[in-house]
Structures are given as structure tokens and as C-alpha cells.
């Protein structure tokens, strides 16, 4: 296992950390580890707020656990997307806010930079940058006329960085990828996928929506040499078999599709996907999910998906890397039992740390989801987990 150093600001000064992302080195090659193990557990507490932001969840309906609305500022939540900066900091992607258009108009969105500190079991939030639109390419009517991008506008949920420091992201209003710059500039017009058509988008436009709300872009990957994107639906497309997603092809460069198509069959049409990430240029780890949480979460896995589609069924291959209802946990971590289960409804982050491990994230949707308390809100979790079968991992996508 890899060591990093990460800055985590201390008082006035910077303080320089050296940290293992997980707390079993000793297994970084897989030996005695004969099942999925947990290496690393953290939690950012739900009542996390960006200091010194904006009000926000002014119009949010519901329960809120015990969190007076609207909050005095930005929360840190939704994570829906994640990238490795290699120096033990992570880029998180926030998604639309609170869930639909009509409550999130007051919710800017965020990359955060985070740092997760699996020694004291806690996430350290270093900063991040809002994302905004300067030089108008939205070609429509934002919320606000200062350009600052809101869950209003789009909902962002997967996310890549580039060898530049740009950022590609895809979004469910659309659906459209979005390119911004490293300070979250937009830097070009949103690119639309034919045939995929948003509920919000048919709204707006007048056109025929093919796609249920919340069903756009939930997976971005990218290739090794950099040169494609592959972005993932999340839900069945007007006209396809119940249960399969269109897995696209994108060159970054040109800012255009290329024609490819690949598809994704879900084990069950009911299910729902939550991140897509590249392994190498024909291997995919996707993270497949039921709607449940809690007691009711019952299907929360993440597969190994191959483009060359060996079985000849028309879709990726699917082979099971980890059930995250069922992760082994020798040592307690998190105050858990021996046997770890990620009951969250929304699992929407993976990062692969090395070859045998890989890094999870869920989304809290705060302040609603209760995954582990019906009557608390939330956490955001990151959890370390040691595969015992090495995952092959193209060395370029190791930062």
C-alpha cells in the first residue's frame, strides 16, 4: 500500500500529514485476505457546512431530522462523484441539493477537497470551488444572474478529472456533459446525448423526454491514455429492454460522441446504478443498488464490467467484485461488527487506491437519508476496502 502525504490545515499554519489510506498495510498485495476486507472506515458528520456561504435549503419540505432550514450555510453533502489527486486529497462532487429543481435553487454546487483520516476515523473538508458559468455558455436562463450553477440548474453526479485539471462531468437534467475548468469555469456548451431526453429537459424544450427524472449520467469514466470518456445512464431509455443502460463513448477533445455504444444490463430493471470508473481500457468497476436503506437495503455490489462482451449477450460482462452488504471486518473498525454492511440508499462513489483496494463513498442526501438511524440523518462514510483479488489496474489510472 502506497503511502501520502496530505495538508490539513491546522489552526493559521499547514500541517503536513503522512498517512496510509488504509490501516492494513501489510495487505496491500492481497495475502491474507480470503473475502472483501474493511481496511478503512471515516465519516464526515452530517451538520457539515461550507463557513462563511450562502443560506440555503430555504424551500426543502420534509424530514429534516432535527435540522432547522433553512441552514445558514452551504452544506457538504450529496457526494456523487469522486477524483484522486494522488497527494492524499480527493476532489467530491456535491450533486443538485435537496433532490428536485423546485428545492434546490439556493444550493451552489461544489467540488469539495477532502481528506479522509482513517487513523482518527474523521474526513477533513480543505476547501473547494463552486461551479459557474462567466462567459455564457448555457445558452438558457440560470437562476441566478451572477451565473453561479445551483441544483436548479443541473444535477451533477459523476465527475473526471483530466490530465489538464479540467473537469469533465456528467448530469441528469439533460442529460449533459459538462466541461469546466480548475477553478469550475464552464468552458464550453453542455453536450446532449441523442435519444436521451430528461423529464426537466422536456420541460424546458417542449421535446418528448425518453428518460425518467434522475436517470441521466450517474457514471463518467476514463480511459487510460485520456483520449475517451464513457458515460453511463442510469436509467433504461424509451424503446430499450427494461434494465439496460447506454454506456457511451465521448472524445473529450473533440467535445463530441463518437458513435460507440455499449450496454449495461442491470440484474434487476428495478435496480439502479451509482458510479462507473474505468479499470483499463475495456474493464469498468460499476456500482449497482437497490433503493433501499437500512433494514431494507438489501442489493448494494459493485461489478466488474467488460466491453468485450466475451459471453456474446449484446452486454458487459459482469463479474461480482464486492457486496458491500457483506464486507469482512477482523478488526471492528467504525465500532461495527465482524461482518460490515453499507446500508445507504445512495452508494454513489468508487476510487480505486491500488490494485487490491479500493476507496467507497455514499451519498447522504441530506438531510433525509437514514440509512443507519431511522430517525438520524446521514453521515457521508468512506470506507477502505481490500479486495482479495488483484484488480489488474492499468498503471495510468493510478495516480
Partial sequence: MRTVLRNALAGTGVLALTLSLTATASHADGRGVSKPTLTGWASLPAGTFVPGSEPSGAK??????????????????GFSGIADNGDGTF?????????????????????????????????????????TDPDGKVPWKLTRDDRVLT????????????????????????????HFDRAGRLLS???????????????????????????????????????????LLEGTVTGDPAGTLRFSEFDPRKGKYTGKKYTYKLDDAAHAIGDAIAVDGNRFLVI?????????????????????????????????????????????????????????QTIEDVVILDNHTI????????????????????????????LPKSLDVDRRLLR
Avoid: C
Fill in 60 to 77: 426543502v419540505t420534509g424530514d429534516t431530522h432535527g435540522f432547522a432550514t433553512p441552514f445558514a450555510d452551504q452544506p457538504v453533502q
Fill in 359 to 386: 476507496g467507497v463513498l455514499n451519498d447522504n442526501n441530506f438531510p433525509f437519508s437514514t440509512g443507519r438511524s431511522a430517525t438520524e440523518a446521514d453521515n457521508n462514510e468512506w470506507i477502505t476496502v481490500k
Fill in 189 to 231: 456548451a453542455p453536450v446532449a446525448l441523442d435519444g436521451a431526453v430528461s423529464p426537466e429537459t422536456a420541460t424546458r424544450t417542449g421535446a418528448t423526454a425518453t428518460l425518467a427524472s434522475s436517470k441521466g449520467f450517474e457514471g463518467l469514466a476514463q480511459s487510460p491514455d485520456g483520449k475517451r470518456l464513457y458515460a
Fill in 91 to 131: 476532489d467530491v462532487l456535491s450533486d443538485n441539493g435537496y433532490g428536485t429543481q423546485a428545492t434546490s435553487a439556493d444550493f451552489l454546487l461544489r467540488i469539495h477537497r477532502l481528506a479522509p483520516a482513517f487513523a482518527s476515523n474523521q474526513v477533513d473538508v480543505l476547501g473547494g470551488i463552486n461551479l
Fill in 288 to 344: 449497482e443498488r437497490d433503493g433501499g436503506q437500512g433494514a431494507t437495503a438489501k442489493v448494494k455490489k459493485i461489478y466488474l464490467a467488460d466491453k468485450r462482451d466475451r459471453d456474446k449477450d449484446g452486454a458487459l460482462d459482469k463479474t461480482l467484485v464486492v457486496d458491500l452488504m457483506n464486507v469482512a471486518n477482523p478488526q471492528g473498525l467504525g465500532g461495527f461488527g465482524k461482518t460490515f454492511t453499507f446500508p445507504f
Fill in 151 to 178: 441544483g436548479a440548474d443541473f444535477d451533477v453526479e459523476s465527475i473526471q478529472k483530466m490530465a489538464d485539471g479540467s473537469y469533465w462531468i456528467g448530469e441528469e437534467f439533460g442529460p449533459y456533459l459538462l
